[in-house]
């Protein structure tokens, strides 16, 4: 099976099974599929006849010896050509040449010979490397190719590159992406561990050969993922060998200057140029290199056709080439400290504690990469002579392959670690690193053990650092939904030896305890820790700034519904993970900032901060971080009624989240929501119920504390009032305990729901919630207030009073796009006796979200400074906005847009 190529495989199957002839050129780097792609053709030949050749470096030299090859087995049929033909094809075959006035006719003569040949049946032709052989044979092909569409005459070709293309149709081969290259290491060797398999797919690099020769390689303890895995294809394997008979047959000088490019990481293209120049020559050398494709050059330097081409190139050359070049990059590269050490590294011959420690030294901030970092603090820990030293080196070279979005990598590293343990201290270290990637990754229940055990054997000389395991074996606690267990954490917190009050740990400490007394339902208690909390976090500086402690804080602020401040600390841990490049914290930070976002009804912002979420989560295979982003964007689909997109995310993360985990709460939140917008009361109802079962600290209290609003008006409507009220009871112990006044318009518009219906009580609480509700946020919970208070003034008989309710409702939910909710206000509308028209919207598709808070401030008359200072935007920034306002509603002042938006 040809895995990743279906688009090509089609499209030869359609020049197959087409009335007339055709001719397409396959080129990609060595080892792509391309021999692969003609064999698959030849097998689905079918009745037609077929010849097959292949060009030869060895007959480059040899004019048309390709052709000859592939036109030997149909010579006999030469005799029906003309004469002039015949003999000018004979004399070429026969390699007497053919001088420049007579090619036509040989080109013609070979057209002829493949037409007569194809009289009795179809025709098949495939030539594999067509560009290695001698140029003569790839110029009369091409020609060939150009004039097959009145013929059954069907031409293959294969190549590098697409210089022989020539008007011929072509495809390039690119390499295999994730999946595909997983299941051809599966077709390869069935079996293999998943984590070896990721391993293979990225030291592979989606070249179908690389895979191949990397698994053949593989002993039994790798196969098993006892053992180290390789770093690169072997130099032995297939593609080892075709990348060293091109590079025979470079030029010398161009060979070594192929080799400088192909060892030199440095982005700066003058270091080549000086290298080249130390060797004696120039990086003009590089022509036939680039001729043959193996690279290309530009202004920004040299490129290799993939990471693996580059790879190819150094490791086939001898070893004393190697060297020399490094050697070379070295002397070129005297101002840079750490890519220098590196060249110096790649060449030494045993223990150099004194370049170890200078990789290490050189390596700490991070300036070159995180991949960078990891890569000398490996060959620091090969240089080490303290077993302990070079333990600790590799647990910081998986460190910085982890930050920089590299977990297989990282793991790979972790492995190096010998099996008797070094020191605690590493052990321990090493311990929080696994858990912490297993938390991110793919076991959050596997690494609350892994941490809580690597946090035990620290915590008497760390306690900085067993605070940050402990943080984070409390999180994976609360992903999988055994909230039960936090109290263990707690414990564990408490136990720590006190060595000070940094504000880092200090943050920690009270985190924590706050989380762990909220579970408790002892907000009293917890408020003021989780407080404590995002005050310090707001007050971190120097080395405590991190996006760990930041990320901590954001929570704590969360916890206590303090949504601008907890806002202000996960959008700086985002920048400060951006600008570090660290991958392994960006994913989380984007999740806490989306989390701010919703509470503060910036749904838009919300699934921006998502989908980058979850792209970065992707890109550095934190699994279960995706599924969270993916929960996330589901529910604020749902709330738009965007059942598409909602159920297209629920379908993305399928059956791969655990049932009580915090992505599989997610899914069924959005699933309720759904059922909300159709009227399956019943059905939301017991989706709602079901994330968590009170008083066993079992499922996901948070989330349908989060969810408690739409578990009410679910319940309400089909009359399971028990299940609503003890919900409820814990949403209002939780936001009774906050200054959040959002958090209690949602709790008084629950009671209002739950009273009976047509009393006083119900008409107090709407009429609660609507005061409560902020003007400058959440515009989208106050139109659902407006909506379902409506809805009661109606059913209550009091059209007259319900219809404000509802022309706000609908016009809010029209301005954010909501346009099921609208129709549902709309319906309310009719049913009130007011005649309306679906909900229309205003010039140009309406207002953004930021345009919308904007507008309803302005119009409530706040001043353009005001709207800055509220929305922590600049004066500039709030005009350019009014004026598109302005623009988009079609009004003139501030009178006409309050009166737009009622």
Known sequence: MLRGRDHECRAIRR??????????????????????????????????????????????????????RLLDPVLDRAATLPERQRRVLRRALAGGGCPADE??????????????????????????????????????????????????????????????AGGIPVHRLRPLDERNSRAALADRCPGLPA??????????????????????????????????????????????????????????????????????????PATLVRAARAAGTTVDALAPAEAAGLVRTGPAGVTFPSPVARTMVQVVVPFAERRAAHLLLARALDGRRLRRALHLAAVADGPDPRLAAELETAAADGGDGWATAAAALRHAADLSDDPVQAAARLVTAARYAWRGGDPDTARQVLRRLPSTPAHPVVTAAAGLLRGEMQLRCDAPAAAVTTLLAA???????????ALLGLVRAGEAICFSGDHYRYADVARRMSALPR???????????????????????????????????????GRLTGDALTPTELTGAAVAGLLVAVDAAAHRLADRAVDLARAAGDLSQLPRALELRAMTEYWLG????????CREGLRVARASGQHTCAAVHLGLLAVLAALRADRDTSLRHVAEIGDTAAPGSRPYALTRWALAVLDLADGRYADAADRLTSLARPGTGRGQVLVQVMATPHLVEAAAHVGHHPQARAALAVFDRWAGSTASPSRRALSARCHALLAPRGSAEAEEQFRRALRLHPADSATFERARTELLFGRELRHSRRPRDARPHLHRARQTFTLLGADTWAEQATAELRAAGESVGAPTRPAAHLLTGQQLRIAHLVASGATNREVATQLFLSTRTVDHHLRNIFHRLGVRSRTELARVLG
């Not at 037609?48 to 390709?66: K, N, Q, S």
């Not at 067509?130 to 150009?146: I, P, Y």
């Not at 070896?196 to 690389?210: F, M, R, S, W, Y």
């Not at 946090?455 to 650092?465: K, Q, Y």
Request: net charge negative; glycine share 10%.
């Open 195 to 268: 984590p070896v398999t990721a391993v293979l797919a990225t030291v592979g690099g989606g070249n179908p050969q690389a895979l191949a020769d990397l698994v053949d390689v593989l002993t039994p303890g790798q196969r098993q993922g006892e053992e180290p895995l390789p770093a690169a294809p072997p130099a032995g394997g297939a593609l080892g060998s075709a990348y060293r008979a091109r590079l025979d047959r470079l030029p010398p000088d161009s060979r070594q200057v192929l080799l400088l490019a192909a060892l030199d990481g440095d982005d700066d």
């Open 499 to 537: 060595d000070g009050h940094p504000p880092g740990a200090e943050l920690m400490t009270a985190l924590i305890a706050g989380v762990a007394a909220t579970l408790r339902g002892e907000h009293e208690q917890g408020g003021p820790l989780l407080r404590r909390a995002v005050v310090l976090g």
């Open 602 to 609: 910036r749904h838009d912002a919300a699934a921006d901060s």
């Open 455 to 465: 946090t035990e054997a620290i915590a008497a000389t760390d306690r900085a650092e």
């Open 103 to 164: 090619r036509l006719a040989l080109s013609m003569a070979v057209l002829g010979l493949l037409a007569a040949d194809a009289h009795d049946r179809p025709l098949l032709c495939t030539m594999d490397d067509v560009d290695s052989g001698d140029r003569q044979t790839a110029e009369t092909l091409a020609f060939v190719a150009r004039r097959l569409h009145r013929l059954p005459v069907t031409l293959l070709l294969a190549a590098d590159t697409d210089a022989a």
């Open 15 to 68: 020049l197959l099974d087409g009335p007339d002839g055709g001719a397409l050129l396959v080129h990609g780097e060595p080892g792509s599929g391309r021999s692969a792609l003609l064999a698959h053709a030849r097998h689905h030949a079918g009745d037609r006849a077929v010849l097959t050749a292949a060009g030869l470096a060895d007959e480059v030299t040899l004019p048309y010896a390709g052709l000859q």
